[in-house]
């Protein structure tokens, strides 16, 4: 009976978890609209959602540190316990990317109302997209307990860290080229970072649930990989 009641608390664990997933993945994209649509309600809703994010962090938290200390778990079930802790604060840094994002929107809303990105080079709206697909993925990744769609995941980050890299370049030189537009391309460098960290936490989550289900540690492999050349 203990060892069913404790898996009873492991799946309640990761539904609370997956709760505040879809929360922070519904925090990320309405930044994104909110942004690319200079939408100060949805900035607002972005806002009310994070501090339901950070509520839901602190209730995952207090669980599974509770599990850890009370049942002493070993093998997969201390790997799974481990990961939703990282998994959380990730999540929580999703939500505060995505507030960082409409902050950017009031900023350029009080410089100029009538400013907005498609003035500008680069993709940020492209950059919300593979951002939010890696968050989902990664989310998915977790329900599933699947490490091979947790790759996917890895596999993306390539192609947003491009994006960014390009866009940064493109406003940059923008910036140079008309001085005027100055606020506003900084205010889009912003997000793209944002975005481009967005990213990363989703690489995270990938990697955490890779570790949770195979035992294997897959951080920084690539820069090793780099370093060995």
């Not at 069913?4 to 994209?29: G, P, R, V, W, Y």
């Not at 507030?99 to 500008?120: H, M, S, T, W, Y």
Request: glycine letters at 4%.
């Amino acid at each position: 009976m203990p060892r069913i009641h404790f898996q009873q608390q492991l799946a309640t664990l990761k539904d609370k978890l997956l709760a505040m997933a879809a929360l922070s993945q519904q925090a990320l994209e309405l930044s994104v609209e909110a942004y690319l649509q200079r939408d100060t309600g949805l900035c607002d809703h972005v806002q009310d959602i994070e501090a339901a994010i950070n509520a839901a962090e602190r209730a995952v938290g207090e669980m599974a540190y509770e599990l850890l200390a009370k049942e002493q778990p070993m093998a997969m079930d201390l790997r799974f316990i481990m990961a939703v802790i990282k998994i959380n604060g990730d999540l929580e840094r999703v939500g505060d990317q995505a507030v960082a994002i409409v902050k950017r929107c009031g900023e350029l809303q009080k410089f100029d109302p009538n400013a907005g990105p498609e003035n500008l080079p680069g993709d940020i709206a492209q950059m919300g997209v593979i951002a939010v697909k890696m968050i989902r993925r990664a989310i998915r990744s977790l329900l599933e307990g699947d490490p091979v769609l947790a790759e996917k995941v890895l596999d993306m980050d390539d192609e947003i860290d491009r994006l960014n890299h390009e866009t940064q370049a493109a406003l940059r030189d923008e910036m140079m080229r008309r001085p005027e537009v100055t606020e506003n391309a900084l205010n889009s460098i912003i997000v793209a970072r944002n975005l481009e960290r967005s990213a990363d936490h989703a690489t995270n989550i990938a990697e955490d649930v890779i570790f949770w289900v195979r035992g294997s540690d897959v951080r920084h492999k690539a820069a090793t990989a780099t370093v060995l050349q």
